[in-house]
Protein backbone atom coordinates (compact mmCIF):
# COMPACT_ATOMS: atom_id res chain seq x y z
CA UNK A 1 0.00 0.00 0.00
CA UNK A 2 1.14 3.79 -0.11
CA UNK A 3 1.54 6.04 2.59
CA UNK A 4 3.10 8.86 4.13
CA UNK A 5 6.58 6.72 4.46
CA UNK A 6 8.06 5.96 1.34
CA UNK A 7 11.36 3.57 1.29
CA UNK A 8 14.56 5.57 0.26
CA UNK A 9 15.99 4.31 -3.20
CA UNK A 10 19.19 1.94 -2.74
CA UNK A 11 22.21 4.72 -3.14
CA UNK A 12 23.89 1.93 -5.09
CA UNK A 13 23.19 -1.37 -7.59
CA UNK A 14 22.72 -4.04 -4.87
CA UNK A 15 25.53 -6.06 -6.39
CA UNK A 16 27.68 -3.30 -5.43
CA UNK A 17 28.75 -4.53 -1.72
CA UNK A 18 29.61 -7.79 -3.29
CA UNK A 19 31.48 -10.08 -2.04
CA UNK A 20 31.31 -8.58 1.57
CA UNK A 21 27.57 -8.59 1.25
CA UNK A 22 26.44 -10.48 -1.56
CA UNK A 23 23.57 -9.09 -4.06
CA UNK A 24 20.82 -11.72 -2.98
CA UNK A 25 21.33 -10.38 0.25
CA UNK A 26 21.48 -7.01 -0.46
CA UNK A 27 18.38 -7.90 -2.72
CA UNK A 28 16.54 -9.47 0.19
CA UNK A 29 17.75 -7.29 3.02
CA UNK A 30 16.75 -4.38 1.22
CA UNK A 31 13.77 -5.42 -1.32
CA UNK A 32 11.59 -7.65 1.19
CA UNK A 33 12.91 -6.65 4.55
CA UNK A 34 13.44 -2.89 4.66
CA UNK A 35 10.00 -2.45 2.31
CA UNK A 36 8.33 -4.34 4.41
CA UNK A 37 8.92 -2.09 7.26
CA UNK A 38 7.69 0.82 5.88
CA UNK A 39 4.85 -1.26 4.31
CA UNK A 40 3.79 -1.93 7.78
CA UNK A 41 4.82 1.23 9.29
CA UNK A 42 2.05 3.12 6.23
CA UNK A 43 -0.56 0.40 7.35
CA UNK A 44 -0.20 1.60 11.18
CA UNK A 45 -0.16 5.00 11.12
CA UNK A 46 -2.93 5.55 8.64
CA UNK A 47 -6.01 7.74 10.28
CA UNK A 48 -3.91 8.63 13.18
CA UNK A 49 -1.54 11.86 14.00
CA UNK A 50 1.40 9.66 12.76
CA UNK A 51 0.62 9.74 9.46
CA UNK A 52 1.76 13.73 9.58
CA UNK A 53 4.98 13.25 11.27
CA UNK A 54 8.37 12.32 10.22
CA UNK A 55 10.15 9.71 10.37
CA UNK A 56 12.29 10.31 13.41
CA UNK A 57 9.44 12.03 15.77
CA UNK A 58 7.04 8.98 14.75
CA UNK A 59 10.19 6.87 16.44
CA UNK A 60 10.55 9.63 19.14
CA UNK A 61 6.75 8.77 19.98
CA UNK A 62 6.52 5.14 19.89
CA UNK A 63 10.29 4.94 21.63
CA UNK A 64 8.39 3.81 25.26
CA UNK A 65 6.23 1.01 23.37
CA UNK A 66 2.86 -0.30 25.09
CA UNK A 67 0.28 0.10 22.67
CA UNK A 68 2.42 1.49 20.12
CA UNK A 69 5.27 -1.20 20.09
CA UNK A 70 4.46 -2.34 16.99
CA UNK A 71 4.79 1.02 15.59
CA UNK A 72 7.90 1.22 17.40
CA UNK A 73 9.17 -1.98 15.39
CA UNK A 74 8.73 -0.92 12.11
CA UNK A 75 9.28 2.90 12.41
CA UNK A 76 12.25 2.26 14.31
CA UNK A 77 13.63 -0.24 11.74
CA UNK A 78 12.86 1.50 8.72
CA UNK A 79 14.85 4.47 10.05
CA UNK A 80 17.70 2.40 10.95
CA UNK A 81 18.07 0.52 7.37
CA UNK A 82 18.00 4.07 5.97
CA UNK A 83 21.26 4.61 8.02
CA UNK A 84 22.41 1.07 7.15
CA UNK A 85 22.81 1.62 3.28
CA UNK A 86 23.94 4.85 3.15
CA UNK A 87 26.82 4.46 5.09
CA UNK A 88 28.27 1.79 2.89
CA UNK A 89 30.52 2.52 -0.37
CA UNK A 90 32.63 -0.05 -2.05
CA UNK A 91 35.18 2.61 -2.88
CA UNK A 92 35.04 4.40 0.14
CA UNK A 93 37.16 5.57 2.66
CA UNK A 94 38.66 2.92 4.85
CA UNK A 95 39.96 4.38 7.38
CA UNK A 96 38.47 7.72 9.76
CA UNK A 97 39.57 11.04 9.01
CA UNK A 98 39.89 14.69 10.27
CA UNK A 99 37.87 15.46 13.80
CA UNK A 100 36.77 11.46 13.45
CA UNK A 101 40.22 10.08 12.88
CA UNK A 102 40.72 12.24 16.44
CA UNK A 103 38.01 11.17 18.14
CA UNK A 104 38.23 7.33 17.50
CA UNK A 105 42.13 7.79 19.21
CA UNK A 106 41.04 9.94 22.13
CA UNK A 107 37.82 7.23 23.12
CA UNK A 108 39.01 4.42 22.05
CA UNK A 109 43.09 4.31 21.68
CA UNK A 110 43.05 3.44 17.88
CA UNK A 111 40.78 2.87 15.42
CA UNK A 112 41.98 -1.44 15.20
CA UNK A 113 40.97 -1.11 18.61
CA UNK A 114 37.71 0.79 17.82
CA UNK A 115 36.88 -1.96 15.07
CA UNK A 116 37.67 -4.79 17.77
CA UNK A 117 35.04 -3.13 20.60
CA UNK A 118 32.89 -2.47 17.51
CA UNK A 119 32.46 -6.45 16.90
CA UNK A 120 32.71 -7.76 20.12
CA UNK A 121 29.33 -5.30 20.58
CA UNK A 122 28.28 -6.40 17.85
CA UNK A 123 28.77 -10.36 18.64
CA UNK A 124 27.55 -9.94 22.39
CA UNK A 125 23.86 -8.91 21.17
CA UNK A 126 21.87 -11.74 21.91
CA UNK A 127 19.11 -12.41 19.22
CA UNK A 128 18.17 -9.97 17.00
CA UNK A 129 19.34 -6.45 16.88
CA UNK A 130 21.93 -3.75 16.48
CA UNK A 131 25.39 -2.57 17.49
CA UNK A 132 26.04 1.44 16.85
CA UNK A 133 28.98 4.00 16.83
CA UNK A 134 27.11 6.74 18.77
CA UNK A 135 27.98 10.21 19.41
CA UNK A 136 27.04 10.82 23.41
CA UNK A 137 27.66 13.73 25.55
CA UNK A 138 30.67 14.72 23.20
CA UNK A 139 32.04 11.37 23.40
CA UNK A 140 32.05 8.29 20.91
CA UNK A 141 30.81 4.95 22.41
CA UNK A 142 29.55 1.94 21.29
CA UNK A 143 26.24 0.54 22.46
CA UNK A 144 23.77 -2.74 21.60
CA UNK A 145 20.20 -2.54 20.52
CA UNK A 146 17.54 -5.46 20.93
CA UNK A 147 15.19 -5.94 17.93
CA UNK A 148 13.88 -2.14 16.23
CA UNK A 149 15.79 -0.47 19.21
CA UNK A 150 18.46 2.30 18.06
CA UNK A 151 20.30 5.69 19.26
CA UNK A 152 17.79 7.64 18.42
CA UNK A 153 15.25 6.54 21.23
CA UNK A 154 18.05 6.75 24.41
CA UNK A 155 19.18 10.52 22.77
CA UNK A 156 22.46 9.51 21.16
CA UNK A 157 23.44 10.44 17.83
CA UNK A 158 24.02 6.79 15.70
CA UNK A 159 27.22 7.30 13.23
CA UNK A 160 27.15 3.52 11.97
CA UNK A 161 25.13 0.59 12.44
CA UNK A 162 25.93 -2.50 12.55
CA UNK A 163 22.57 -4.63 11.57
CA UNK A 164 22.68 -8.37 13.59
CA UNK A 165 20.13 -9.65 12.69
CA UNK A 166 20.47 -12.76 10.84
CA UNK A 167 18.80 -11.82 7.76
CA UNK A 168 21.69 -9.40 7.06
CA UNK A 169 24.12 -12.19 6.99
CA UNK A 170 23.17 -15.74 7.19
CA UNK A 171 23.02 -16.41 3.17
CA UNK A 172 26.59 -15.22 3.22
CA UNK A 173 28.21 -16.07 6.60
CA UNK A 174 26.04 -18.59 7.84
CA UNK A 175 26.76 -18.34 11.90
CA UNK A 176 29.48 -16.06 11.69
CA UNK A 177 28.55 -12.98 12.50
CA UNK A 178 31.78 -11.86 13.99
CA UNK A 179 33.26 -12.16 10.61
CA UNK A 180 30.57 -10.37 8.35
CA UNK A 181 30.54 -7.75 10.85
CA UNK A 182 35.02 -7.43 10.82
CA UNK A 183 34.41 -7.36 6.89
CA UNK A 184 31.96 -5.03 7.25
CA UNK A 185 33.64 -2.57 9.22
CA UNK A 186 36.98 -3.23 7.12
CA UNK A 187 35.75 -3.03 3.40
CA UNK A 188 32.14 -1.50 3.06
CA UNK A 189 31.58 1.44 5.87
CA UNK A 190 32.64 4.59 4.16
CA UNK A 191 34.57 6.73 7.09
CA UNK A 192 33.89 9.87 5.64
CA UNK A 193 30.50 9.56 5.77
CA UNK A 194 30.58 8.42 9.36
CA UNK A 195 33.10 11.29 9.89
CA UNK A 196 30.49 13.91 8.16
CA UNK A 197 27.83 12.64 10.28
CA UNK A 198 29.54 13.37 12.93
CA UNK A 199 30.69 16.54 12.41
CA UNK A 200 27.54 17.78 11.36
CA UNK A 201 26.64 16.50 15.33
CA UNK A 202 28.96 18.35 17.40
MN1 LIG B 1 17.96 -5.67 8.63
Redesign the pocket.
Known sequence: MSGPFSLPALPYAEDALAPVISAQTVGL?YGK??KTYFDKLNGLVDGTDMADMSLEEVVLKSKDGGALQGVFNNAG?AWN?IL?WEQFHAQGARTPSGKLAEMVERDFGSFDAMKEQFVNTAANVFGSGWAWLVLDGGKLSLMGTSNADNPLAHGKTALCGL?V?E??YYLDYQNLRPKHCQAVLDGLVNWSYVGEKLEAAL
Open positions: HHHQHYDWHA
